[in-house]
């Protein structure tokens, strides 16, 4: 028995008789084990109607259990459902908030078709039906602006500005000419012996290669690489292939001249 816990009289004669039913069941069941009111008579030495009543009091105990704890999963499903119910509401108060700041939307409507049939041909203009061409879009002209920078600011005298369009635009030509005076001005404001620094970026018309430089390329024709050749007199075999050409050309290629170089 545990540790401080005290039975009755009665409790005791009743437990004293369950085990000496138990025990005199080693070698096998006094009462058939499929008799169970006659068993309980048996083991507790009480009568039939006895073990009917505390049968009844039983089942009665063990309902009145069950309607507890489904009690108690209903109260406890309703307050999750009040728990959830009051943040969906929240959330969409929010949202019918922050919707209401929006502007409404724009109900489409179906454009209506006109019946032919019921207007009369004299009021059709036949030539609103037939698609037309339309006329290509130029571009506006945008402003393009030449001119030296230093750390004390824009050079006034070197700004050049011109409107750039699809037929005038930046080119070689165009930079070389805006160079050359320029470059003059600047040497006249600075003096003939201090020396002159003119940062360029990799814009093409910067790059642009004199016509002795220029060399045939890979995708050069054959036949404009064997012109090339021919002009400086270099002799080659008429089997050579073009990429035995191209050799020749590397070895023979002068050193790059750029049209920018006598401004140095």
Not at 27 to 51: A, C, Y
Not at 169 to 186: E, G, I, K, V
Request: charged share 30%; net charge positive.
């Amino acid at each position: 028995m545990p540790t401080g816990k005290e039975f009755s009289v009665e409790v005791k004669q009743l437990l004293f008789r369950v085990i000496d039913f138990v025990e005199n069941e080693k070698d096998g069941p006094i009462v058939p084990l499929n008799n169970v009111d006659e068993r309980l008579v048996k083991m507790l030495n009480i009568s039939q109607s006895s073990i009917t009543r505390l049968k009844h009091e039983l089942k009665v105990l063990r309902e009145q259990a069950a309607q507890q704890e489904q009690q108690l999963k209903e109260e406890e499903a309703n307050q999750v459902h009040c728990l959830r119910s009051h943040t969906t509401q929240n959330t969409t108060t929010k949202r019918r908030a922050s919707s209401s700041s929006l502007p409404p939307r724009k109900i489409p409507h179906r454009r209506r078709s006109c019946n032919v049939s019921s207007v009369s041909s004299s009021t059709i203009d036949v030539t609103l039906l037939i698609p037309q061409p339309i006329a290509p879009q130029k571009k506006s002209a945008r402003l393009a602006v030449s001119a030296l920078i230093s750390v004390d600011g824009y050079r006034l005298r070197s700004i050049d500005i011109w409107a750039c369009t699809e037929e005038h635009q930046m080119n070689s030509d165009r930079f070389l000419s805006w160079l050359d005076p320029t470059c003059a001005t600047l040497r006249s404001e600075i003096g003939d012996k201090q020396r002159i620094a003119i940062c360029l970026d990799n814009a093409p018309w910067y790059n642009v290669l004199t016509d002795e430089s220029i060399v045939p390329k890979r995708s050069s024709r054959k036949e404009f690489i064997g012109k090339w050749l021919k002009d400086r007199d270099i002799e080659f075999p008429k089997k050579f292939l073009k990429a035995q050409l191209l050799e020749l050309v590397s070895a023979n290629a002068p050193a790059k001249e750029f049209l920018v170089d006598p401004f140095e």
